[in-house]
């Protein structure tokens, strides 16, 4: 499943997830917004050398261990690609660390 090691404010028995805590950045928003956190830092969907496999595996588990609904499932990938687009537009394209990742 995640590495607990990546993972803030989530908490493990072991390799089981069993606890996602979030209170330093509380804000009023969308339940999807805190699940593809859980995504980048847990899963690490954005490692150029992740295994596709095990990410769609272990995202399957986090879905069903977060109780996602249907709705939430077919809307997942459009509110991923908005959250996205939204940071990136935000990203500073002439800072070091965007220049060490092209």
Known sequence: MMNPHLCMNITFDGEKLVGI????????????????????????????LRDDEEIFKNMKELLKAYGATQSFKKSLADKMISVMNERLSKVDTNGLNYKKNL
């Open 21 to 48: 805590i979030d209170w330093d950045t509380t804000k009023i928003g969308e339940d999807y917004e805190d699940f593809i956190y859980l995504l980048w830092t847990g899963l690490n969907i954005g490692d150029h």
